[in-house]
T-cell receptor, first 114, second 110 residues
């Protein structure tokens, strides 16, 4: 297991297009988190799953954003009708239940909206 | 609202000098606090957590509830400490995700 993996690593798209990011967590981790990071900012929480259940969503997650984790393993984050303000690094992290605060992060998917 | 403040964007020190990265938080309950670190071209990773009261790579951090602070300290900086450091707060032991500060870049030069 090489840790949390994210795909694609980089995505350039035109405004108005839809994009989808995939995250594969560490295999035994049942919690999965999505964060967004823009230049000069720390990671901002978007949403998290415990197994396949989406337990919390940030108000940052507008209606254009949707996340799924259908079988409790990998997750996808879709952004519909992208806007230039969506340009950011999208980070995925996973952890074990029995919360310790240790999140294991992926390398991120960088989105550029032209 | 819960908030984490890291007042310094950049901290530059010489090798061997003491380091203190500041973190203040806003939370009315009993927080759990963490420091995460991101070295160049590496993933964000946990450095230490306040409940463990541990020293990692020579770094320590003490939670001061009176001053609502969780400053990260190291007595003698090394060049390999150069990285981005994020302070993070968890306010729900049921598992709500972390709130991160904006980060401080530590630059250690020889």
């Amino acid at each position: 297991d090489t840790g949390v993996s994210q795909d694609p690593r980089h995505k350039i798209t035109k405004r108005g297009q839809n994009v989808t990011f995939r995250c594969d967590p560490i295999s035994e981790h049942n919690r999965l988190y999505w964060y967004r990071q823009t230049l000069g900012q720390g990671p901002e929480f978007l949403t998290y799953f415990q197994n396949e259940a989406q337990l919390e969503k940030s108000r940052l997650l507008s209606d254009r954003f949707s996340a799924e984790r259908p079988k409790g393993s990998f997750s996808t984050l879709e952004i519909q009708r992208t806007e230039q303000g969506d340009s950011a690094m999208y980070l995925c992290a996973s952890s074990l239940q029995g919360y310790t605060g240790e999140l294991f992060f992926g390398e991120g998917s960088r989105l550029t909206v032209l | 609202a819960q908030r984490v403040t890291q007042p310094e964007k950049l901290l530059s020190v010489f090798k061997g000098a003491p380091v203190e990265l500041k973190c203040n938080y806003s939370y009315s309950g009993s927080p759990e606090l963490f420091w995460y670190v991101q070295y160049s071209r590496q993933r964000l990773q946990l450095l230490l957590r306040h409940i463990s009261r541990e020293s990692i790579k020579g770094f320590t951090a003490d939670l001061n509830k009176g001053e609502t602070s969780f400053h990260l300290k190291k007595p003698f900086a090394q060049e390999e400490d150069s990285a981005m450091y994020y302070c993070a707060l968890s306010f729900n032991q049921a598992g709500t995700a972390l709130i991160f500060g904006k980060g401080t870049t530590l630059s250690v030069s020889s």
